[in-house]
């Protein structure tokens, strides 16, 4: 019912910035809680942004606070992760995820989202 396409991913020098959009159809976008995940090579998935149900209130994975913003425009129904600062370390595939049911304490595992793009890469080059 809900589809999720991410886009802005590429290769950026480290201190550098970049732009993440999740573009979204279906479902009722401005209720759902809204998240990213990364995956790096040999590594875990990994909760890196999310907002909770609708917002206002955002939360971030230690590592990426103060350096990474995620936002939302509902009236383009699209989902924004801001990076700054980059990092080799956030070398990843950033994915988009959507839930309508989840619990604030589920908020970091990504086995209770229902809904999630293809993922898009950023490289961060030293």
């Known amino acids: 019912q809900v589809q999720l396409v991410e886009s802005g991913g590429g290769l950026v020098q480290a201190g550098g910035s970049l732009r993440l959009s999740c573009a979204a159809s279906?479902?009722?976008?401005?209720?759902?809680?809204m998240a990213w995940f990364r995956q790096a090579p040999g590594k875990e998935r990994e909760f890196v942004a999310g907002?909770?149900?609708?917002?206002?209130?955002?939360y971030y994975e230690d590592s990426v606070k103060g350096r990474f913003t995620i936002s939302k425009d509902n009236a383009k129904n699209t989902v924004y992760l801001q990076m700054t600062s980059l990092k080799p370390e956030d070398t990843a595939v950033y994915s988009c995820?959507?839930?309508?049911?989840?619990?604030?304490?589920?908020?970091?595992?990504?086995?209770?989202?229902?809904?999630w793009g293809q993922g898009t890469q950023v490289t961060v080059s030293a």
């Open positions: 279906g479902g009722t976008f401005s209720r759902y809680t």
């Open positions: 907002i909770f149900r609708g917002g206002p209130n955002t």
């Open positions: 995820a959507a839930s309508s049911t989840i619990i604030l304490s589920s908020l970091r595992s990504f086995s209770m989202y229902d809904y």
